[in-house]
């Protein structure tokens, strides 16, 4: 009984949707179409043509920036730099340069 | 072939009057396809005009004359698609979601100035897009395509890049959705009816 049913459906089913292909014929196209797809067209290749400008002025700006930041920091600055050549024992000695004794000092408190 | 993969070639190199050719020859067939998938009339061609917009910026990549056809198709499957899901829809159609070509349609029906013919066109059109309405997007297309544009597996195929088994299966669960769906409007006068009125 379900069988029959399902292949009633089925065949059903079959015949509603080949009637569907005939209730709904291939339309023509209105006289808009063409131009319409055209401006469209036109429209992309614009955005694309500024978009595409835009990065390549972005690419340029961060190649001119990366430049001169490497060219900032290859050029020596001298005492302003805020890079040290020193070592950290050289430092730490040149800060506390009052705090040793002397060394003759040393040797007379022995 | 509608035409010939040299005019192709002519439209690939940016010849405007040879894409205008392959547009005049696939205008037509496309708009209907689409007006079968998306059963929005009054959408139809801003659908089609998106179909060969997306046909012009990829025609570089088109190699060979034998896969234009199903490129074309599945150009217009993805556009189809696309609409479908921004447009998801409604179960019942209200009055002020009806184009204004529908509504001249649809009171001129209750005048009674439209011939029986066209009055059950109507009914078979809108049952089975009531019916397709309840599958989801992908079984809708896959169906229609085959059920009703009449394209053979083979074909599909080489649209949906898939494996003929694949897509047996695919198109058998698509079925079964949409018979449950035919089945369940067999409570309501639409599907049935129009099936019925239809043999």
Redesign the interface.
């Known amino acids: 009984m379900n069988w029959t049913n399902r292949s009633d459906e089925n065949a059903e089913l079959d015949v509603l949707l080949r009637a569907y292909r005939e209730a709904c014929p291939d339309p023509d196209a209105s006289a808009n179409f063409m131009p319409g797809l055209w401006r469209r067209i036109e429209e992309r290749q614009r955005s694309v043509f500024f978009l595409g400008r835009w990065a390549r002025a972005l690419v340029t700006a961060a190649a001119v920036l990366s430049l001169g930041m490497a060219a900032y920091l290859y050029i020596p600055h001298g005492s302003t730099s805020v890079f040290s050549v020193e070592s950290y024992v050289e430092a730490l000695a040149a800060g506390h340069a009052q705090d040793a004794p002397s060394l003759p000092e040393a040797v007379d408190e022995l | 072939m509608l035409v010939d993969f040299e005019i192709i070639k002519r439209a690939q190199a940016g010849d405007a009057p040879a894409f205008?050719e392959i547009?005049l020859a696939y205008?037509?067939?496309t708009?209907?396809t689409i007006?079968?998938l998306i059963?929005r009339?009054e959408d139809?061609?801003d659908v089609?005009?998106?179909v060969?917009?997306r046909l012009?910026?990829s025609l570089d990549q088109l190699r060979t004359a034998e896969v234009f056809e199903p490129w074309l198709y599945r150009l217009t499957v993805n556009a189809a698609y696309d609409y479908l899901r921004k447009h998801r829809r409604r179960m019942e159609s209200r009055m002020s979601d009806l184009s204004e070509q529908q509504v001249v349609l649809a009171d001129a029906m209750a005048g009674g100035r439209v011939d029986h013919e066209v009055r059950?066109?109507?009914q078979?059109?809108e049952?089975?897009d009531a019916?397709l309405s309840t599958v989801s997007e992908a079984d809708r297309i896959l169906?229609t395509l085959k059920?009703?544009?009449?394209l053979s597996l083979k074909e599909l195929e080489k649209i949906y890049r898939v494996k003929e088994n694949a897509l047996k299966v695919r198109l058998f669960r698509a079925?079964q959705r949409?018979?449950k769906a035919?089945?369940e409007s067999?409570k309501e006068p639409s599907?049935?009816g129009?099936?019925?009125a239809?043999?």
């Open positions: 205008n547009v205008r037509k067939r708009l209907g007006a079968r059963s009339p139809v061609e089609g005009q998106e060969f917009l012009y910026f059950q066109r109507r078979i059109a049952a089975v019916m169906l059920e009703v544009e009449g079925r949409v018979l035919f089945g067999g599907a049935k129009a099936a019925k239809e043999i």
